[in-house]
C-alpha cells in the first residue's frame, strides 16, 4: 500500500513551518502579533511599499487603514485593526470605502498615527509623541514561545470532560404554527427588555426592581408556562423567553445581595434554556454562574462553569459566547493562580473576537462588545498580577456604550484597584471619587463591594491625605473603609 505524503504548509507570513492539525495559515508566533490588540512597530521597508506611501500623500487615512492592512504580515482583518485603535470593524470599513471622504479631526489623527506607529516624516499633521520618542513603552499581551507551549499543554487536560453532565438534549420541534404562544413570548421579551434596561442603568436596588420581577414571573409567566395546551414550538420559544427573564431576575438578586435568589433564578433560566433546546442561552447562563462564581471567590466552581458554558457555545456557533466563556474560564484559572491554562484560554478568547461581527447574534447578546470583553480580561490580568496589562484593558473598558452605568461604575472601580496595586496614589484616588459620584444614582451591592475592593488596595496609603478625602467620600455612601 503507498502512502500518499501532503506537502508541509508553512506560515505564509514568515515561513515557518506549520504543525500537521493546524488550521491556521499562520504560526503561532504570527497569530499572536494580531490578536496581542496592540500593533506592532514595523520595519522601514513596510514604510516604503507604493500603496502606504500613496495612501499617505493622498492625505486619507482610510485608505491608508487598508494599505496597512493588506501590507501587514499577516494580512489585518477589519475588525483587528478596529481593536487597535478603539474602533468597530463596520467603522473601519466605512473609512476605507473608496468613496469615503478622508478623515479631519486631529485628534483622532494623532491617536490612530501613535497606535500604528507611523514615522512622522509621512504626516502631514503634528504629533505631540511619536512612539520612538515615547518614555513609557507600549505593553503587549505577550510570552515568549516556551512558556506558551507549556501553558497549551497545561491547559488541554481533561477539558472536554468537564461539565458535560450539565447539557442537555434538544427537543425536536413540532411542525404546524403555533397558537398564541408567539405572542405570549413576545410580551415577556417585551417585559425583559424593560427589566434589563433599568438594571444595567440603575442596577437591582432599583425601586423594589427585584420584587417587581419576581411579582411578573409569579403572576405572569409561571401560568403560560404550565399551559400544556401549546405546540411544542410555541413552548420552546416560551421557554426560552422566560429563562431570559429569570436571568435578568438573577442578575438583580444579586445586586441587591441576595445570592440564594440569584443562584435559583439562574438554576431555573438553566433548566429552561435547555428545555427550550437553544444552546446559546444555555451557553450564557452558564456563563452567567461562572461570573457569579468569580465574584464570590469560588473558584473551582467559576471554571468549571466556563468550561461547560465553552463547550455549549461552541454548539451554538456564536463567536461572541465562545469569547465570553473562554475569557471567564481564563479569570478562574487566574484565580486558582494555574497561570498556563489562563493564557491558554485567553488565547482562545481572542482568537474567538477576531471572527466576531459587531451587532450579530440574539438581542440579548448585544452587551457583549470590545469593552465588555476588556473589562473581563482587565480582570485576569490583575488576578494575575500583570498590572500594565491589565490597566491597558481597563481603560479600554471604559468605552462603553450608553446606558451600562452599573458596568461603567464596576469598570472605573476596576482601574481605579489596579492603579492602587501600582502604587499610582494620585491616580486611583482620582479614578475612584469618578466610582464613588457614579454610585449615587446606581444601587448595586456589589458595586459597593468594587469601591469596598479599591479601598482596601488603597490601605497601605491610608495615610496619604488623598486617600483620607477617597475613604470619607466612600463612607458618605455607605462603603466600608479600612479602620
Known amino acids: 500500500m503507498t502512502t500518499v505524503r501532503t506537502a508541509a504548509r508553512t506560515c505564509e507570513a514568515c515561513g515557518a513551518r506549520l504543525a500537521r492539525d493546524r488550521v491556521s495559515d499562520y504560526c503561532g508566533s504570527c497569530t499572536r502579533r494580531l490578536i496581542s490588540h496592540v500593533a506592532q512597530p514595523q520595519p522601514e521597508a513596510f514604510w516604503e511599499a507604493d500603496s502606504i506611501r500613496t495612501a499617505l500623500k493622498a492625505r486619507h487615512f482610510g485608505w491608508f487603514f ?8 499577516p494580512h489585518v482583518s477589519q475588525a483587528a485593526l ?15 470605502a473608496p468613496d469615503a471622504r478622508p478623515p479631519s479631526d486631529l485628534h483622532k489623527l494623532e491617536r490612530w498615527a501613535r497606535a500604528l506607529h507611523v514615522p512622522r516624516s509621512l504626516l502631514w499633521f503634528n504629533v505631540s509623541h511619536t512612539p520612538e520618542e515615547s518614555a513609557e513603552p507600549t505593553v503587549a499581551v505577550s510570552l515568549d514561545d516556551v512558556q506558551r507551549r507549556q501553558f497549551f499543554k497545561t491547559a488541554s487536560v481533561g477539558v472536554t470532560a468537564i461539565g458535560a453532565s450539565l447539557l442537555g438534549s434538544t427537543p425536536a420541534a413540532a411542525s404546524g404554527p403555533a397558537k398564541s404562544g408567539s405572542t405570549d413570548a413576545e410580551i415577556v421579551r417585551h417585559m425583559t427588555e424593560t427589566f434589563r434596561q433599568l438594571d444595567n442603568r440603575f442596577g437591582g436596588g432599583h425601586s423594589r426592581g427585584t420584587t417587581t420581577i419576581t411579582s411578573y414571573l409569579t403572576s405572569s409567566v409561571t401560568p403560560m408556562l404550565n399551559d400544556t395546551s401549546r405546540t411544542t414550538a410555541a413552548r420552546s420559544e416560551l421557554f426560552a423567553a422566560a429563562a431570559e427573564l429569570h436571568q435578568v431576575a438573577g442578575w438583580s438578586a444579586y445586586d441587591v445581595g441576595n445570592a440564594a435568589d440569584g443562584q435559583r433564578h439562574l438554576r431555573d433560566a438553566l433548566k429552561l434554556s435547555q428545555d427550550a433546546g437553544d444552546d446559546a442561552l444555555e451557553a450564557e447562563m452558564l456563563a452567567a454562574m461562572s461570573h457569579h462564581a468569580a465574584f464570590n471567590r469560588s473558584h473551582d466552581v467559576a471554571v468549571d462553569m466556563a468550561l461547560a458554558s465553552r463547550r455549549t457555545a461552541k454548539r451554538s456557533g456564536l463567536v461572541a459566547l465562545q469569547a465570553e466563556a473562554a475569557v471567564l474560564e481564563a479569570h478562574g484559572q487566574a484565580l486558582k493562580g494555574n497561570t498556563g491554562a489562563c493564557f491558554a484560554a485567553l488565547g482562545e478568547a481572542e482568537r474567538a473576537f477576531e471572527r466576531f461581527v459587531p451587532g450579530s447574534g440574539p438581542a440579548w447578546l448585544s452587551y457583549f462588545d470590545n469593552a465588555y470583553l476588556s473589562a473581563k480580561f482587565a480582570h485576569t490580568f490583575r488576578d494575575l498580577g500583570h498590572l500594565p496589562e491589565a490597566e491597558q484593558f481597563a481603560r479600554r473598558s471604559l468605552s462603553m456604550s450608553d446606558g451600562y452605568d452599573r458596568g461603567r461604575l464596576f469598570n472605573t472601580a476596576l482601574l481605579a484597584s489596579i492603579l492602587a496595586d501600582q502604587g499610582r496614589v494620585d491616580e486611583a484616588c482620582a479614578e475612584a471619587a469618578k466610582a464613588v459620584r457614579m454610585s449615587e444614582n446606581v444601587r448595586s451591592i456589589r458595586g459597593g463591594a468594587y469601591l469596598a475592593d479599591v479601598g482596601r488596595r488603597l490601605a497601605p496609603y491610608q495615610t496619604d491625605r488623598r486617600v483620607g478625602v477617597v475613604y470619607a467620600q466612600m463612607k458618605a455612601v455607605g462603603v466600608p473603609t479600612p479602620a
Open 66 to 73: 487598508a494599505a496597512y492592512r493588506q501590507e501587514h504580515k
Open 82 to 96: 478596529g481593536l487597535w485603535l478603539g474602533l468597530t470593524q463596520a467603522q473601519v470599513s466605512r473609512l476605507e
